[in-house]
């Protein structure tokens, strides 16, 4: 009954400690803010991706009434391909404000329309999103931090330090209640807001929990960390000084320190590279006998070289010959770039374990699949449809099958590529 009382008493003090609701409340504010923004951006790209639905189904219906021939209907028919976000996105938004999540393809050399993406917003380019993820990992430890620097020093001017462990009979538990208290009231004024919100966006139970679960294991990390280093018998400036240290130290100068090394000795080539090779390959094969390009294609497509070419100026066979080659010479240079990033990625993942910002960023980030290789695995999809429809088209120009409109009803989907 005696450590209920004493329950009661500190709740009651730390409701009345103006300081501590303005914490409170201003974290509350920034939760929600955080979370509110995340789920319109992700309403919006729900929203962007059905009407790209909706418009490129119309444009196929368009299209399908010029078309004379195979190859022009691979020409002039666009695809969507579309990454959309998760349930949980809304809490951390990650590479999706950096890395494409929406594609029209079409048949032609496919690297050089996966490397190429839409101008975002310059500022979220170079200082990054505020979205819930980076509040929990980088904004909160902070307020914790100015909540229990001076737990006992505050006291000790205030002039009642001796008294309070005097009455209280049992110093640690008393300061540990009342740094308690403090911690879970920041704890849920951070995850309320995102329950709420995820319970809006429908968003799995057990993705919240584990996100809870993280962020509590991060509190408490902080919060003892704090705990620790408040009870030295220093001065209050000295303890706020140390503890702004460690959080400047793993929150900004370890990772930047890490990723300039990372940088160094991973070395990959940059999607810009791919793009160029890509086109000088395409823009050289005009220039070059059909023969060379042709002989580069059944190298890798053996099953199409008893194809009987077509005597004429132009031919669709090695038109889609040489974008396919294109594809082929960047191959390499695409492989590395997605091994080189993973690399980074895997070195990055180790770094953050003594980062714990950057660790619990990653963390959400990898919960709402918006991480690296949630990035990665849907360039595997877009490849993965692209050989679907080159599937589709190649025995129709390699064996001069008449065109056939009916036909492109049974034109495979990305839709069926997920599934």
């Not at 790209?45 to 219906?61: P, V, W």
């Not at 509190?219 to 009870?231: D, H, N, Q």
């Not at 791919?274 to 395409?282: A, C, D, K, N, W």
């Not at 497509?301 to 040489?322: C, G, L, M, N, V």
């Amino acid at each position: 009954m005696s450590y209920f009382n004493a329950l009661i008493r500190e709740v009651k003090f730390t409701a009345h400690d103006r300081s501590v609701r303005l914490w409170f409340a201003l974290i509350f504010i920034l939760s929600t803010i955080a979370v509110g923004f995340g789920l319109i951006e992700v309403e919006r790209q729900n929203t962007t991706i059905n009407a790209l639905i909706k418009t490129n189904q119309q444009e196929r219906i368009l299209e399908s009434e010029k078309l004379k021939d195979w190859g022009s209907s691979a020409y002039y028919n666009f695809h969507l391909t579309y990454d959309r976000p998760s349930d949980f996105a809304y809490a951390a938004m990650g590479q999706r404000d950096v890395q494409p999540w929406k594609h029209r393809i079409r048949l032609l050399a496919l690297e050089s329309q996966i490397y190429e993406r839409d101008v975002g917003n310059p500022s979220i380019a170079l200082v990054g999103r505020f979205d819930f993820a980076f509040l929990a990992a980088f904004i909160m430890p902070l307020v914790l931090i100015m909540l229990l620097y001076d737990l006992k020093t505050s006291e000790k001017a205030a002039g009642r330090h001796h008294l309070l462990e005097a009455t209280a009979g049992r110093p640690f538990s008393f300061w540990f209640l009342r740094a308690a208290i403090r911690v879970a009231g920041l704890f849920l004024c951070l995850i309320v807001p995102l329950i709420v919100t995820g319970i809006m966006a429908e968003t799995a139970i057990s993705t919240l929990l584990l996100a809870c679960l993280f962020i509590f294991a991060y509190i408490l990390f902080w919060a003892a960390l704090c705990f620790i280093i408040s009870a030295w018998q220093k001065p209050g400036s000295l303890i706020l000084m140390t503890l702004i240290a460690i959080w400047v130290s793993t929150s900004v100068i370890l990772p930047a320190g890490a990723r300039l090394m990372i940088d160094q000795s991973v070395s990959l080539p940059s999607g810009s590279d791919i793009l160029m090779l890509q086109r000088e390959t395409v823009n050289d094969a005009w220039d070059l006998p059909r023969e060379v390009t042709m002989e580069a294609f059944f190298e890798h497509h053996p099953e199409w070289s008893s194809y009987e070419p077509i005597k004429s100026s132009f031919e669709w066979q090695w038109y889609y010959a040489f974008q396919q080659v294109g594809d082929q010479q960047t191959e390499p240079l695409s492989t590395a770039y997605q091994e080189g990033r993973l690399r980074r990625n895997g070195i990055a993942t180790w770094v953050s374990l003594i980062a714990p910002p950057s660790l619990l960023e990653r963390t959400l980030q990898s919960l709402a699949n918006t991480d690296l290789k949630a990035s990665i695995r849907y360039e595997k999809e877009v490849r993965a449809y692209h050989a679907a429809l080159r599937a589709f088209y190649y025995p129709k120009f390699f064996h001069n099958e008449p065109f056939d409109a009916a036909l492109l009803e049974k034109l495979p989907t990305f839709e069926s590529i997920l599934h």
